[in-house]
């Protein structure tokens, strides 16, 4: 009695699916009905009874065969718009707990392959891709994510194996997820980035782009018209110095015409204009330093111009630097001028100023001779003390032209030492002698 009431169940829920559900998308799927005669509401809340009577076994079994056509974005089911089957199958997919493990099955590339073709058909967006990709990793989608990283990393640079724009846009977007999926990372902050990966999608496909020296995801010609369509989306400013740094990073391997190159170089000039006028952001930093471990972070450091904020800090440290010497350089003269008042001899201040550097002890001279216009002893020894500034002066200009010269020409310099004795210096202990003379 029990095993036919076990057969009778199993007879039943198998029945029920077929009748209620997968007939409808056998016959849609076979062009005999269309997706407007089906009611997608009530195929929803025959999954949910499913749940509910914990018959997903049978459910899943019953789905497979469209289940790869979703994999596969098979025209049987996506022919033109089929928004309302797309909806249907993400929720579908999404309820069942097993659709994850099935697809590790099929390949990966084949699958974005084929979601190209779809997408380049119906010129749409890769939002429903996205949306493909993000039930397969909330499901625990797992395969050799490092491999399949090298894989792409290869092909992208290769435009003879992605030529078209949007199968390229694609594997770059699968390249970003297989990225992040390779990190240390727990599942809640692979999956915050994938969030962030999607959302900003739209402008990091133009930085990928350029760092795979071709353009995807649109279909402009060149890249200075990218450079340009960057430059006009207020949405992307924030993050515009980040382009800025990629352009300047992969300028001289772009193969530009030098046409081509001096538009870009004209785009580049207003791209610098709006950074100027435009606070940025680092929210994607950590994600494109994860995407491109190599070159993310050295291309910031060696590109990235310093915001107004960072320009007005420097500002000011100069100003209060100088504001600082300028007070010491008055304090000194003060200093000097109450010794001579005191009658300290002139030969005293002159041997004061002449161990400092040239140019301070000029500005000290220069602001002395103005507090001490009516000191007649002063007034008469400055010239001389002046002439004597300017000798030690141009002793050390010569002295730099020297050690440049036997730099250029790698040879040794004899230099006095002890009494009466001379020794030979390296080029090192040349160039570090050279900051001494530029006091």
């Given at each position: 009695?029990?095993?036919?009431?076990?057969?009778?169940?199993?007879?039943?829920?198998?029945i029920?699916?077929?009748?209620?559900?997968?007939k409808?998308?056998?016959?849609?799927?076979?062009?005999k009905?269309?997706?407007?005669?089906?009611?997608?509401?009530?195929?929803?809340?025959?999954?949910?009874?499913?749940?509910e009577?914990?018959?997903?076994?049978?459910?899943?079994?019953?789905?497979?065969?469209?289940?790869?056509?979703?994999?596969?974005?098979?025209?049987?089911l996506?022919?033109?718009?089929?928004?309302?089957?797309?909806?249907?199958?993400?929720?579908?997919a999404?309820?069942?707990?097993?659709?994850?493990?099935?697809?590790?099955?099929?390949?990966?590339?084949?699958?974005?392959?084929?979601?190209?073709?779809?997408?380049?058909?119906?010129?749409?967006?890769?939002?429903?891709?996205?949306?493909?990709?993000?039930?397969?990793?909330?499901?625990?989608y797992?395969?050799n994510?490092?491999?399949?990283?090298?894989?792409?990393?290869?092909?992208?640079?290769?435009?003879?194996?992605?030529?078209?724009?949007?199968?390229?846009?694609?594997?770059?977007?699968?390249h970003?997820?297989?990225?992040?999926?390779?990190?240390?990372?727990?599942?809640?902050?692979?999956?915050?980035?994938?969030?962030?990966?999607c959302?900003?999608?739209?402008?990091?496909?133009?930085?990928y782009?350029?760092?795979?020296?071709?353009v995807i995801?649109?279909?402009?010609?060149?890249?200075s018209?990218?450079?340009n369509?960057?430059?006009?989306?207020?949405?992307?400013?924030?993050?515009?110095?980040?382009?800025?740094?990629?352009?300047?990073?992969?300028?001289?391997?772009?193969?530009?015409?030098?046409?081509?190159?001096?538009?870009?170089?004209?785009?580049?000039?207003?791209?610098?204009?709006?950074?100027?006028?435009?606070?940025?952001?680092?929210?994607?930093?950590?994600?494109?330093?994860t995407?491109?471990?190599?070159?993310?972070q050295?291309?910031?450091?060696?590109?990235?111009?310093?915001?107004?904020?960072?320009l007005?800090?420097e500002?000011n440290?100069?100003?209060?630097?100088?504001?600082?010497?300028?007070?010491?350089?008055?304090?000194?003269?003060?200093?000097?001028?109450?010794?001579?008042?005191?009658s300290?001899?002139?030969?005293?201040?002159?041997?004061?100023?002449?161990?400092?550097?040239?140019?301070?002890?000029?500005?000290l001279?220069s602001?002395?001779?103005?507090m001490?216009?009516?000191?007649?002893a002063?007034?008469?020894?400055?010239?001389?003390?002046?002439?004597?500034?300017?000798?030690?002066?141009?002793?050390?200009?010569?002295?730099?032209?020297?050690?440049?010269?036997?730099?250029?020409?790698?040879?040794?310099?004899?230099?006095?030492?002890?009494?009466?004795?001379?020794?030979?210096?390296t080029?090192?202990?040349?160039?570090?002698?050279?900051?001494?003379?530029?006091?």
């Amino acid at each position: 009695m029990q095993i036919y009431l076990k057969k009778t169940m199993a007879y039943n829920k198998t029945i029920y699916i077929e009748q209620q559900l997968t007939k409808y998308l056998k016959d849609y799927s076979e062009g005999k009905i269309t997706q407007d005669d089906i009611n997608w509401g009530e195929l929803s809340l025959v999954v949910r009874r499913c749940q509910e009577l914990r018959i997903m076994d049978e459910l899943h079994r019953q789905m497979q065969p469209y289940y790869e056509m979703y994999l596969y974005a098979d025209s049987r089911l996506f022919g033109g718009r089929s928004w309302h089957c797309h909806s249907f199958l993400e929720n579908t997919a999404r309820y069942d707990d097993e659709f994850a493990s099935f697809a590790e099955s099929h390949d990966l590339i084949d699958i974005t392959e084929s979601w190209s073709e779809y997408l380049r058909s119906t010129d749409t967006g890769i939002v429903l891709y996205q949306k493909l990709l993000r039930i397969l990793l909330e499901g625990g989608y797992d395969t050799n994510w490092q491999q399949l990283a090298e894989t792409l990393k290869s092909d992208l640079h290769q435009a003879e194996v992605y030529s078209d724009y949007k199968t390229g846009e694609l594997m770059a977007f699968l390249h970003g997820v297989t990225m992040l999926m390779n990190t240390s990372w727990d599942d809640k902050k692979k999956m915050e980035n994938f969030d962030l990966l999607c959302d900003k999608w739209d402008f990091l496909k133009h930085f990928y782009s350029v760092m795979i020296r071709r353009v995807i995801g649109c279909k402009l010609a060149n890249f200075s018209a990218v450079a340009n369509l960057v430059a006009q989306q207020p949405k992307y400013h924030q993050y515009i110095h980040i382009f800025y740094c990629v352009l300047c990073y992969r300028q001289d391997s772009l193969n530009l015409s030098r046409k081509q190159l001096k538009t870009l170089e004209s785009r580049m000039g207003r791209i610098s204009n709006i950074m100027d006028e435009t606070k940025p952001s680092d929210a994607l930093n950590e994600l494109l330093d994860t995407l491109f471990p190599e070159d993310f972070q050295r291309m910031l450091d060696e590109y990235r111009p310093e915001t107004r904020e960072q320009l007005e800090k420097e500002r000011n440290r100069l100003k209060y630097e100088v504001g600082l010497l300028t007070d010491q350089m008055t304090d000194m003269a003060m200093k000097l001028k109450k010794a001579l008042e005191r009658s300290v001899p002139v030969d005293y201040i002159e041997e004061q100023l002449l161990r400092l550097s040239p140019g301070t002890a000029r500005d000290l001279c220069s602001k002395l001779t103005m507090m001490l216009s009516d000191n007649n002893a002063w007034m008469t020894s400055m010239p001389k003390i002046k002439e004597k500034i300017l000798e030690k002066k141009e002793e050390q200009d010569r002295q730099l032209a020297d050690l440049l010269q036997k730099v250029a020409e790698k040879s040794p310099v004899e230099v006095k030492v002890g009494q009466g004795g001379t020794a030979q210096i390296t080029e090192r202990e040349i160039v570090n002698q050279i900051p001494k003379l530029l006091e």
